[in-house]
């Protein structure tokens, strides 16, 4: 059973930054990848960007050259995103994938864009 910590969640201006991470731990099973998705109030969660262990990435077309993912240390992603718009609010949820079908949440962090 993996557990997600995730950081980095709270309230920034339009065309702001922020950073979110998120550390993977608690399982012996090689990880697949990692992503983040987003959850806005009223709609269904959707992939915002993914990395696989080989450091494929998968960004949503929505978020793309505004938003990148990547490894900043062993089962830990990082999803860096710039020029924010409020259509990007929404509660933002961690997952991994391991090599042996098993897929875990984070409990979410919020990420509110408004001035």
């Known amino acids: 059973q993996a557990q997600l910590v995730e950081s980095g969640g709270g309230l920034v201006q339009p065309g702001g930054p922020l950073r979110l991470s998120c550390a993977a731990s608690?399982?012996?099973?090689?990880?697949?990848?990692m992503g983040w998705y987003r959850q806005a109030p009223g709609k269904q969660r959707e992939l915002v960007a993914s990395?696989?262990?080989?450091?494929?990435t998968n960004v949503a077309d929505s978020v793309k050259g505004r938003f990148t993912i990547a490894f900043s240390a062993k089962n830990t992603v990082v999803l860096q995103a710039n020029s924010l718009k409020p259509e990007d609010t929404g509660v933002y949820y961690c997952n991994a994938r391991y090599y042996d079908g098993g897929s875990y949440w984070g409990q979410g962090t919020q990420v509110t864009v408004s001035s």
């Open positions: 990395i696989t262990s080989g450091g494929t």
């Open positions: 608690g399982t012996i099973f090689s990880l697949d990848r």
